[in-house]
C-alpha cells in the first residue's frame, strides 16, 4: 500500500492576499493582537501550527520592535522571500497609521472628556483579558516543548513573579532566563 499524500498545509496565495490578510489583522487588534494574530493565522488560515507560531512569536518577542510586525516580517519572508517580508510589513502597517494619526487628531480634541478616559480603561481591561486568554489557550502546545510542560510552567510563573510583582526590568528577565531556557534546550537537544 502506497502512504497518504501529507496533506498540504493553506498558504498566501498571492502577494495581494498576504498583504489584505495582515492589513486585516493590523486593523482587528487594538493594544495587543496576540489573540487575534494566533487565531487568525493557526486557527483560521492555518499558516502556521500552534508549535510554529509559539516558536516563531517567541522569536519576535525577543527581536526589537513590535512583536506582531516581527512575526509578519517573518511569516512573509517564510512564503514569498524578502519581498513577501516587505509586502506583510506593508499590510501591518499602513492603513493602521493612517487610522492612529486621524485618531490622534480627535483624541487631541477630546482627551479630557471623563467619558474618553472611562472607554480607554475599560479597553484595557479587556486587552488583559484576551492576553491571558491566549496564553491557556496555547498552554496545551507546550506539552510538546523540548523543556517539557512543568520546565516551561515553572520558566513562565518565575518570568510573571519577577517582573509582575518583583519589578524587574524586562531586559534582565529576558536575558537571564530566556539564556537558561535555551541553555537548558540545547543540553535537552543533545545526542
Sequence with gaps: MSPLPAEERPQPKSLTDLFVSFTLLALQGFGGV???????LVEKKRWMTREEFIEDWAVAQ????????NLSLMVGGRYFGLKGAMVALAGMLTVPLVLVLLLAVLYAQFAGHPGVAGALRGMAAVAAGLIGATGLKLFGALKK?????????????????????LRIPLAYVLLSLGLTACVLAYRRLQP
Design 145 to 165: 516543548n523540548v523543556l517539557g510542560l512543568r520546565l516551561c510552567a515553572g520558566l513562565g510563573v518565575l518570568c510573571f513573579v519577577s517582573i509582575a510583582l
Design 34 to 40: 496576540l489573540a487575534i494574530v494566533q487565531r487568525e
Design 62 to 69: 525577543i527581536m526589537p520592535g513590535p512583536n506582531v510586525v
